[in-house]
């Protein structure tokens, strides 16, 4: 994947340096090329390309400068700045490495398409681990996620993971883009603070065969209930997709196979929300271990 930002001239329309005390870059239309290239990035094809993302507000790039992350581009409208903590985080990305920006509230609004936008837009670049560089000594725990579609479910695992100190999460065969705007939306910052990796399903399993990570699978099909499983010193839980959950050549792979009780007259719960049960049931069998709130 490339990681380098396609654009990073400075358009005609740029002009560098127009706030007192600050060398933030002052874009003054919407069809400013750096602006072009930051809407783009509502589309997965010019995520990919660019091998960048967006993160909209000031909580998602005070996350990501906390886990140490550089962003790109960070974005603030003139009118933002005159509030002196979102100059103070523009100056912060900006010395992380962010080309820092600013412009009127109308490009904001194209940035993020909304009516309402925060006052601060940011572009990073995408981190995904290699599953081998995984942690898998000690006690761990892990949620894979198979074939997941939902962005908004897919953000809300890694939040809920990192909530409940999870650490990693595993995206399993083709799934949504953990980079769109909906799934870092949904993480609420704990994208910054969550490994995450992608793999096969064969590569998945060979990886917790040979680490000793024994994987649990929430399943329609589970032949006891979550609270009764094993959730050992390693463990992963394995989520299905929304549609079709499992197949039954992955579920015949996994160690054990569980269900969550259920009455009344759905036929299942929101995957997100499964997940949740699920995490918090492996942390509460480690006794919440490093619960600190
Ligand atoms: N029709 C699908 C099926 O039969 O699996 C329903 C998929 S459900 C919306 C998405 C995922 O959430 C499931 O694959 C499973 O991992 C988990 N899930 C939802 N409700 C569950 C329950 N009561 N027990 C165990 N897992 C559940």
Redesign the pocket.
């Known amino acids: 994947m490339d990681n380098s930002p396609r654009d990073r001239s400075h358009s005609r329309n740029d002009s560098p340096g127009s706030h007192a005390g600050g060398a933030f870059e002052h874009i003054s239309s919407t069809a400013n090329d750096t602006v072009k290239l930051l809407r783009s990035l509502d589309r997965k094809k010019d995520r990919q390309e660019t091998g960048l993302f967006l993160a909209e507000g000031a909580r998602h790039a005070e996350e990501a400068l906390a886990n140490g992350w550089s962003p790109a581009y960070a974005f603030a409208s003139q009118a933002a700045l005159d509030r002196p903590q979102t100059r103070d985080l523009l100056e912060r990305m900006q010395a992380a490495g962010a080309r820092a920006l600013t412009g009127s509230e109308k490009i904001l609004a194209t940035l993020s398409r909304k009516d309402n936008p925060q006052a601060v837009i940011s572009a990073f670049r995408q981190r995904v681990t290699q599953l081998s560089d995984f942690p898998a000594s000690g006690q761990r725990r892990f949620v894979a996620l198979y074939e997941v579609r939902d962005p908004g479910n897919l953000g809300t695992v890694i939040r809920t993971a990192d909530a409940a100190g999870c650490d990693g999460v595993i995206l399993v065969g083709t799934t949504c883009d953990p980079f769109s705007v909906e799934a870092v939306r949904a993480t609420m910052g704990s994208l910054f603070a969550m490994r995450l990796a992608m793999a096969t399903f064969d590569e998945f399993r060979q990886w917790c065969g040979s680490n000793g990570v024994r994987v649990v699978?929430?399943?329609?099909h589970?032949q006891h209930a979550?609270d009764k499983a094993s959730y050992p010193e390693r463990s992963c839980i394995l989520?299905?997709?929304?549609?079709?959950?499992?197949p039954a050549d992955v579920e015949a792979a996994c160690d054990e196979l569980?269900?969550?009780p259920?009455m009344g007259k759905a036929?299942?719960?929101?995957?997100a929300t499964?997940a949740s049960v699920m995490i918090y049931e492996a942390w509460r069998a480690q006794a919440y271990q490093g619960a600190n709130r």
């Open positions: 699978a929430a399943s329609m589970g979550h989520m299905g997709n929304e549609q079709a959950g499992l569980v269900r969550i259920m036929d299942s719960l929101n995957l499964a």
